[in-house]
């Protein structure tokens, strides 16, 4: 497959990048460090214009242009986005507004993450929406992980940046029925 990778360079568009790479995949990264401006229609429209499939890996930043120009070249999007959006465990509301799991500190990022969301369910493309479990850092790569759609996942409700590449790269070789999903370890938290 031809992959396009916007956010390339950060923690889970590099390991990304990696999990394509090593599965044989061609692909283009797009990031600040290679010249690349997500929110440039032009150049997303050149460049999603020759992949099978985008991810776009820039938690909680708009991605409306990618979006936009996804659905001009009829290319498939996976966008990685914050566990914000999913339903918490015991049905009581929504991550964002739990904080156990969303501190003062960060509430900011978490609502980005829900309009994140918001620009994806309000546009005609052909987009995926993946929020990560409550803890996402880098780890080891063991190319196992639960999935479920929008509840957050516990025991643990964690991942390690490689295991979530290797979703992300699943989802893009075998496309879910799902819009939105969301994933986890298997094991003991990872990190």
């Given at each position: 497959?031809?992959?396009?990778?916007?956010?390339?360079?950060?923690?889970?568009?590099s390991?990304?990048?990696?999990?394509?790479?090593?599965?044989?995949?061609?692909?283009?990264?797009?990031?600040?460090?290679?010249?690349?401006?997500?929110?440039?229609?032009?150049l997303?429209?050149?460049?999603?214009?020759?992949?099978?499939?985008?991810?776009?890996?820039?938690?909680?930043?708009?991605?409306?242009?990618?979006?936009?120009?996804?659905?001009?070249?009829?290319?498939?999007?996976?966008?990685?986005?914050?566990?914000?959006?999913?339903?918490?465990?015991?049905?009581?509301?929504?991550?964002?507004d739990?904080?156990?799991?969303?501190?003062?500190?960060?509430?900011?990022?978490?609502?980005?993450?829900?309009?994140?969301?918001?620009?994806?369910?309000?546009?005609?493309a052909?987009?995926?929406y993946?929020?990560?479990?409550?803890?996402?850092?880098?780890?080891?790569?063991?190319?196992?992980?639960?999935?479920g759609?929008?509840?957050?996942?516990?025991?643990?409700?964690?991942?390690?940046?490689?295991?979530?590449?290797?979703?992300?790269?699943?989802?893009?070789?075998?496309?879910?029925?799902?819009?939105?999903?969301?994933?986890?370890?298997?094991?003991?938290?990872?990190?």
């Open positions: 497959m031809k992959i396009a990778v916007v956010g390339a360079s950060g923690m889970v568009g390991r990304v990048v990696a999990e394509a790479v090593r599965r044989g995949h061609d692909v283009t990264e797009v990031s600040r460090g290679t010249g690349g401006d997500a929110t440039d229609r032009e997303m429209d050149s460049v999603l214009s020759g992949v099978d499939g985008a991810v776009v890996a820039t938690t909680g930043v708009t991605s409306t242009v990618v979006l936009d120009a996804a659905l001009a070249t009829r290319t498939r999007v996976l966008v990685v986005g914050g566990a914000a959006p999913l339903r918490t465990p015991d049905g009581t509301g929504l991550v964002l739990d904080d156990r799991y969303v501190p003062p500190h960060i509430r900011s990022v978490a609502e980005a993450s829900v309009r994140q969301l918001h620009e994806c369910e309000a546009h005609r052909d987009w995926v993946l929020s990560p479990p409550a803890l996402l850092e880098p780890g080891e790569r063991t190319g196992t992980y639960r999935r759609t929008d509840v957050l996942l516990t025991g643990p409700s964690s991942i390690s940046a490689e295991d979530l590449a290797v979703a992300v790269l699943d989802e893009l070789e075998s496309p879910g029925a799902d819009r939105r999903f969301t994933v986890a370890s298997r094991g003991p938290a990872a990190g």
